[in-house]
């Protein structure tokens, strides 16, 4: 009995196939029939094998040699497999038990309890390197492990994938030899020698970037993590990589998105604080448009009629020379504005060498290599390009079209904030002149309609007065007329004075002085007469700013200055007096700032209180 259940140990290949087979050999040898019984999670025990199969025998005796080791009674017996469970057997005769039988029961079951625990340590060790296996091939990073000489012991799917090896081709070869680019080999080994000998490291346990490299040679960044793995023996290493090449992509992506927001912010400032005049968003435009492509040039142009175009706006890095602002270029041969001038659409030159034309000649001659530009349009017709060029040999890069398009909208709403200014300033300055022909047309129909008539009307009375001249009620009507008549006078001088139209600005200036109720230093400084609308708007300036001085400054003197420079009339009225005056909204100062401002003019205010008020305006001249 002995030997068969020696020889079922022999052979069997695992727990479960044994069970049958030690059956067998002792049910056989005595003569019995058998079972294998196993606690289960529960506590209880349970068949798990019988022999013959569908043999039956009950668990009372199970549980107590479970318990207290062999038993045996009425024709069955059972015995402990220590740490495992209970086989029972059971036959129709007597059984004869001696304590050589007992002792050989308990020697089969230790030698039975010794298999099936190898068997189980033998499984779990299975199952640990499978489930590790599963773990490490399921991984999205590369895990490799080396041994004290720099040998791959082993390698996740991931790292196949990454590196381009089959796990065949790098176990038991030098690591360094595989991943590590050659420039990098050197370090590496020196810290693998330098760890062996100290067990100083500056890398391990912390994430690091490196360049690792392919099967093919090609090198990419990746994240590094390095581990010393707790086992007994000479040491092992394991390495966590990742791929790091997208994050970087990414990273770019993401910087040059942050760096095009910011240059189209700083476009967009510039045109939002721009004046009537576009020039400084077009230098703002090139530069920022040019940077951001890394190019070395970059330049605006207006389309004009005969195929021409005019540079409007440039930038250039030093020493790159460029075609200058103001210059006119023929729109003739193959380069990129051409181009858009011809399609209206955005345009890409790879290089420059073999193209002809007279711009594309001068272009070379520049040292340009390659262009791309995109058009400007204004209300929705064609008025010129951005072209950003390049002396490098690179061409331009893939979805500069696009960035152009966003910089020549920004361009073209420039031009069409300038157009509107223009079109206000003349619509205003209209609104102006139509204003000032009306005040001298009721001027004029004042003085030769109605106080003509009450001239003529005085004089009536006047002969009559002298012919009647006890009459009360004819000097009294007498006296009412000629303040009457000087009523309208005044009426016709607020209106538009007749000495502004007949003699000028300084007259006029002076005809206020001396109406007002306190002293007016006037100092006049012009070698000719201002034009029209601008001596008009200087006199009501200086008119309406006396009248305020009168009624709210408390002012002991006031000065007016009037000169001319650099093409601009320069109005200034001074006083002394308590100052803190705002020109507000329904202000008559207010009133005179847009009639300043419809020119093209500047006005401004300065009154601190109790410092006196500064009214200075500045009004283009037009030549």
């Not at 030159?349 to 711009?359: F, K, P």
Request: proline share 5%; net charge negative; with cysteine.
């Amino acid at each position: 009995m002995e030997h068969a259940v020696v020889r079922v140990l022999a052979t069997a290949a695992g727990e479960r196939e044994a069970y049958p087979g030690l059956l067998a050999a002792i049910g056989e040898s005595l003569g019995c029939a058998g079972a294998m019984w196993l606690p289960g999670e529960d506590d209880e025990f349970h068949c798990v094998e019988t022999w013959p199969a569908g043999a039956a025998l009950g668990a009372a005796l199970v549980a107590s040699a479970a318990a207290s080791g062999p038993v045996s009674a009425e024709g069955t017996f059972a015995f402990p497999l220590r740490g495992v469970g209970v086989m029972a057997f059971a036959t129709t005769g007597p059984l004869a038990f001696d304590d050589a039988m007992l002792a050989t029961l308990e020697s089969l079951g230790t030698q039975i309890s010794v298999f099936v625990e190898r068997c189980r340590a033998v499984q779990a060790v299975q199952t640990s390197e499978a489930r590790k296996t599963a773990i490490l091939n399921a991984a999205f990073d590369s895990i490799i492990t080396m041994d004290h000489l720099g040998n791959v012991v082993e390698v996740n799917r991931a790292a196949e994938r990454t590196f381009g090896y089959r796990a065949d081709e790098m176990i038991g070869r030098e690591l360094a030899a595989l991943i590590v680019p050659p420039s990098l080999r050197a370090a590496h080994r020196r810290g693998v020698r330098k760890y062996l000998e100290t067990g100083a490291t500056s890398i391990a346990y912390h994430p690091l970037e490196l360049e690792g490299m392919r099967k093919d040679g090609s090198e990419f960044p990746c994240e590094v993590v390095i581990t010393r793995a707790d086992l007994p023996g000479p040491p092992l290493f394991c390495g966590y990589l990742r791929d790091v090449t997208e994050v970087h992509e990414r990273e770019r992506d993401q910087q040059r998105l942050m760096e095009e927001q910011a240059a189209l912010r700083r476009v967009a400032t510039a045109v939002a604080e721009g004046s009537g005049d576009p020039r400084r968003v077009f230098g703002v435009v090139t530069e920022e448009v040019a940077r951001l492509l890394g190019a070395q040039s970059s330049n605006m142009v207006r389309f004009d009629a005969g195929e021409m175009a005019t540079v409007v706006g440039g930038w250039s890095e030093a020493p790159v020379s460029n075609i200058p602002v103001g210059e006119t270029v023929r729109m003739d041969g193959d380069t990129a504005s051409a181009r858009v001038y011809r399609t209206g659409a955005p345009a890409r030159i790879e290089s420059y060498a073999s193209l002809d034309g007279e711009l594309a000649e001068s272009l070379r001659s520049l040292g340009f290599q390659n262009a791309v530009a995109g058009p400007i349009f204004l209300e929705g017709r064609l008025w010129g390009a951005v072209i950003v060029s390049s002396v490098e040999p690179e061409p331009p890069p893939l979805g500069a079209e696009q960035r152009i398009a966003d910089f020549a909208e920004l361009a073209a709403q420039a031009l069409a904030n300038a157009q509107s200014r223009e079109e206000l300033a003349a619509s205003r300055a209209r609104i102006v002149a139509a204003g000032d022909e009306e005040r001298r047309r009721l001027e004029r129909n004042l003085h030769d309609g109605a106080q003509q008539r009450l001239v003529s009307l005085a004089l009536t009375l006047r002969l009559a007065a002298r012919r009647h001249p006890n009459d009360a009620d004819l000097a009294r009507a007498g006296g009412e007329l000629t303040f009457a008549l000087e009523e309208l006078r005044e009426l016709a001088r607020g209106i538009h004075p007749a000495v502004l139209t007949e003699r000028g600005l300084e007259p006029a200036v002076a005809s206020l002085a001396a109406r007002a109720p306190l002293p007016v230093e006037i100092s006049i400084d012009l070698c000719e007469r201002l034009p029209g609308p601008v001596e008009a708007a200087a006199y009501y300036v200086v008119a309406e700013a006396l009248t305020n001085v009168a009624k709210y400054a408390s002012a002991s003197v006031v000065s007016v200055g009037v000169g001319r420079s650099d093409a601009r009339a320069l109005i200034e009225v001074r006083d002394d007096g308590v100052g803190g005056a705002v020109a507000g909204r329904g202000s008559g100062l207010r009133g005179l700032a847009d009639r300043v401002e419809a020119l093209g003019g500047r006005f401004a205010l300065e009154s601190p209180a109790g410092a006196g008020t500064t009214l200075r305006a500045e009004i283009p001249c037009g030549r």
